[in-house]
């Protein structure tokens, strides 16, 4: 049996996450339940959940500071939130699952399915979670990043580009490291289309910064620093010649 805690200051929501978890979660048991960052942080001393779900805003604070105050988390986290773009944005990056209120029962699902998939130690990820909404100020400076085994949090600046496998995504690092991420390359285009990285073709998302030239012949192609060719569409042509003379 799955242990499960809920936090949230509402209590209908409460009530009605509980309603979905019986019906759509048979092997998930609510264990306890807080209105507060205080109270929520008082029973995770006490009880020791498999997974949290966790409002962001709440009357005596957020979500966040409850994560300030604990040292250590030996459970999954899903946030739940209304819509907050800053707030969704740095989840994408930490590749922390949340939930948009009100809760659809298929995103609940999915999102107990994957936690049942991974149980994965996920300290790592929260922590860049908060780096990234305390600096929200700057770019994100890592990504976390789900292989088949293991989440790697890795620096932005190291990668050189990803390629489109199907519904998963290469991505190949400056040193030579590559890893096959189980997510599409759109996600990760509009993650990092702020950072620098461009979509040059339907299959390939390059770091501009490791372009070395663009070649016209042959259809078109870009080399980038590693010695790699990455096709350009006939459709992007245009718009990688003007991005290039912006460089």
Known sequence: MIKAIIIDDIEQARTTLKKDLDVYAKDVSVIGEASGVVEGAKLLKSLQPDVLFLDIQMQDGSGFDLLDILKDIPFKI????????????AFRYAAIDYLLKPVDPDELIAALHKFRQEKLNENDKYRLLNDSLKNHQKPNSRL?????????????????????SVNYTEFYFNGGKKLLVTKTLKEFEDLLED?????????????????????????????????????????????????????
């Not at 899903?78 to 944005?89: L, V």
């Open 78 to 89: 899903i946030f739940i939130t209304a819509s907050d773009a800053h707030a969704i944005k």
């Open 195 to 247: 950072q620098g990285f461009y979509r040059v073709h339907q299959s390939h998302l390059i770091n501009t910064k490791y372009i070395r030239e663009f070649v016209k012949t042959d259809g078109g192609y870009i080399l980038m620093t590693d010695g790699s060719n990455v096709p350009v569409s006939t459709r992007k042509r245009p718009d990688v010649i003007r991005m290039l003379e912006e460089l």
């Open 144 to 164: 976390a990043l789900h292989t088949q085994d293991k989440i790697h949090i890795v620096n932005i600046a190291d990668i050189i580009r990803c390629e489109s």
